[in-house]
């Protein structure tokens, strides 16, 4: 991860460097606002929103 063609020194993203990922699982489907809405509310893990009917808006 990282680089070694550093735009903005001191940001973190360099050196270039190898590191070792544990195993981890990817969505067969895209998050989005909707479904995060949904889970947000569903776990009220998400208390302040504003979610139009169609699914965009946004999560404070």
Do not use: Y
């Amino acid at each position: 991860m990282g680089t070694d063609d550093l735009v903005i020194s001191g940001d973190g993203e360099g050196p270039a460097r190898k590191i070792l990922l544990q195993d981890f699982a990817l969505e067969v489907e895209t998050v989005t606002v909707r479904r995060f809405a949904e889970f947000g509310v569903r776990t009220r893990a998400v208390r302040n929103r504003t979610l139009r009917p169609n699914g965009t808006g946004t999560m404070l």
